[in-house]
């Protein structure tokens, strides 16, 4: 629990007594402002963030978008200090950047994918990073669902139809199709693929997984390739990061094998699908439908598909609720705690 957050206290009927215990304690860790852990706050200026208030009582944070002085300067000047970084959202961070940082040694991402920061650069040098798909994973299958929901039942096209009076001049609206006992594929079993699979197992669909490997403590049926996948399923679900490997992973052999009955949802990354060829096919009816909360050029979306009634769009909203950002909150001040107190096992990975 971080220490002064109101709302926690009164819907876990927490003791302000024991926070102030709490807040006491990590002073004794901390005894004085110098001795405060340091911590780079890494972010677009456009991007604000809770976050910094609520960890600015417990580590002492730089932030170089707040400095009028140029950011490399600014690294480079801290650059010793600087063993813990905190990537806002989808703040690229570059290879470049990273070595300014001779001595990072920790990266937190407040994004569940980690396609904005240069991967390899990490591996090299041994730098731990952590991702917030531990904080997102539950809302993000929640609103999956809703999307594979909406798109089969015609539920956001129903409402335009009310809204718009045709149900008073044409009583035959067109029927959706039920999700019930529905194949459905999840590309990417991850925390959050793996919700998703529990959600729909609750529908009674049958479901299947495609991953880098097999995972032998899933029950979900595994398919190597993401054309079989498509082949055996009436829906997919995109639920994995962005990668060399997983750019257009949906091209037109998948659209073609998932075929005019199949429906998509992607709640990963735009660039998970060759966009403009599965404009193709939903205009030309090649597939059924398509749920959409993640685009390739965001915000740009493609204005062929505001026509479409079997397109469902969503603006990036899929992981974000006020519980996932408190989690969120939660799990970045743990874990560079964890990180701190030379606590690796601790972290939430």
Not at 23 to 36: I, K, M, Y
Not at 65 to 85: G, M, N, T, Y
Request: with cysteine.
């Amino acid at each position: 629990m971080i220490p002064g957050t109101k709302n926690n206290m009164e819907r876990n009927n927490i003791n302000p007594q024991d926070l102030t215990m709490a807040s006491d304690a990590n002073q004794e860790c901390f005894p004085s402002n110098d001795d405060l852990p340091t911590v780079l706050l890494h972010r677009l200026p456009s991007f604000n963030s809770p976050l910094k208030e609520i960890l600015q009582p417990h580590f002492h944070l730089l932030d170089p978008a707040d400095s009028p002085e140029p950011a490399s300067s600014f690294l480079s000047s801290h650059a010793k200090s600087v063993r813990a970084l905190i990537c806002l959202y989808n703040t690229p961070l570059s290879a470049e950047t990273l070595r300014l940082l001779p001595s990072l040694e920790f990266i937190v991402a407040t994004s569940a994918g980690v396609d904005h920061i240069d991967l390899e650069e990490c591996r090299g040098r041994g730098i731990i990073m952590t991702n917030a798909s531990k904080a997102f994973a539950e809302d993000a299958a929640d609103y999956a669902v809703a999307l594979l929901i909406d798109v089969c039942r015609r539920i956001s096209t129903a409402d335009r139809y009310v809204r718009a009076g045709l149900w008073q001049v044409n009583r035959d609206y067109p029927l959706g199709f039920k999700l019930g006992r529905k194949r459905v594929g999840i590309v990417g079993l991850g925390r959050i693929g793996f919700e998703v699979g529990k959600r729909l197992e609750a529908f009674g669909c049958s479901i299947a997984y495609n991953s880098r490997q097999k995972k032998p403590s899933v029950s979900f049926s595994y398919h190597a390739n993401v054309v079989d996948l498509a082949k055996d399923n009436d829906a997919l679900i995109l639920c994995c990061p962005l990668t060399e490997q997983t750019h257009h992973i949906i091209n037109r052999e998948v659209l073609e094998a998932l075929g005019k009955e199949g429906v998509i949802i992607n709640v990963g990354r735009g660039a998970l699908i060759d966009e403009k060829l599965l404009v193709k096919f939903l205009s030309r009816g090649d597939i059924a439908g398509a749920g959409l909360d993640v685009f390739e050029n965001e915000p740009d979306v493609p204005r062929e598909v505001f026509e479409l009634d079997n397109v469902v769009l969503s603006p990036h909203r899929a992981i974000f609720t006020p519980e996932s950002l408190e989690a969120l909150n939660e799990l970045v001040f743990t874990n560079l705690k964890a990180f701190f107190s030379n606590k690796a096992s601790a972290i939430g990975l």
